[in-house]
């Protein structure tokens, strides 16, 4: 190859943009040391579970062999009700995520495509509302749950949820960018309705940002506290409210106890990542490669 040929090959292997691509060592380690500073507290509730509460504070946490009396302990206690709490979260979580993406990808697509008065003050008084803490509307949410006769009921964690500003104005971001106005326009000329675009080409289009919407709802619904414990009795428990109760109870410090609680209620969020983290990686990747 002459010489002068050689830089020209170099640069072509060298496109601009690929040095970004590259790790450093530098990098992994970071990366190392965020996978392990975000897996040990899950590890170390699991191992302490494992354990008799005498052993909470041993180093290095080595597994023991107690995990089912733990758990049977922790079953046993009546007051908590960890199953019955255990399956209201799960219908809990469940229903507020199907109800946000549904809302989310619906209204959505209406504001980034579809064109009415008003359009852009709608967009921005949601977009208000992401900016008002949960916990200053607590009080005037209660007394109208009161007013319903909702109080103590499953009804009153789950409608005031079912809409979310964040929902919309992720979705409409990612449907503005995702999806044309030519597809759209191809769509209207072949005879589709909108709720034919809607369900034939903006849903399957939205599949990316529909899977970390749903994954971020269920979470934060699944681990939602405050407003469950002040809404709700110990009759009709979420998950978390019967760790509250298992942890002001007899089993107060009995650490092991309480951490194999802590264990079970975060199994399902385990499980979730497990059956549907790589259709969601894989959603994200096919978003990117599209766009």
Do not use: H
Request: aromatic share 12%; charged share 10%.
């Amino acid at each position: 190859m002459p010489a002068s040929a050689a830089p020209a090959a170099a640069r072509r292997r060298r496109r601009p943009g690929t040095g970004l691509w590259e790790a450093s060592p530098l990098t992994y380690l970071a990366l190392i040391i965020g996978i392990v500073l975000s897996i040990f507290p899950i590890v170390w509730s699991f191992i302490i579970a494992s354990k008799d509460s005498s052993a909470v504070y041993e180093m290095p946490p080595v597994p023991g062999s107690q995990l089912l009396e733990n758990v049977s302990r922790m079953l046993a206690n009546e007051d908590a009700a960890f199953l019955y709490g255990l399956a209201n979260s799960f219908v809990v979580s469940a229903v507020v995520t199907i109800s946000v993406l549904f809302t989310s990808t619906l209204a959505g697509f209406a504001f980034a495509k579809l064109r009415f008065r008003g359009r852009e003050g709608l967009l921005l008084g949601i977009v208000l509302t992401m900016m008002v803490p949960t916990q200053l509307g607590i009080i005037p949410l209660y007394l109208m749950m009161v007013q319903l006769q909702w109080a103590g009921t499953l009804q009153a964690v789950i409608v005031p949820f079912m809409v979310q500003g964040f929902g919309v104005f992720m979705m409409r971001q990612y449907a503005a960018s995702a999806i044309s106005d030519e597809l759209i326009e191809a769509a209207r000329i072949d005879g589709c309705s909108t709720w034919r675009v809607y369900w034939n080409i903006v849903l399957p289009a939205l599949r990316p940002a529909i899977g970390i919407l749903g994954l971020l709802t269920f979470m934060q619904t699944w681990n939602e506290f405050l407003w469950p414990f002040v809404v709700l009795t110990p009759n009709t428990p979420t998950v978390q409210y019967s760790l509250k109760i298992l942890s002001a109870g007899v089993y107060s410090q009995d650490y092991a106890v309480l951490f194999a609680g802590t264990a079970l209620a975060t199994l399902p969020l385990l499980l979730v990542f497990v059956l549907f983290g790589r259709q969601i990686i894989g959603g994200i990747m096919e978003g990117a490669v599209k766009s």
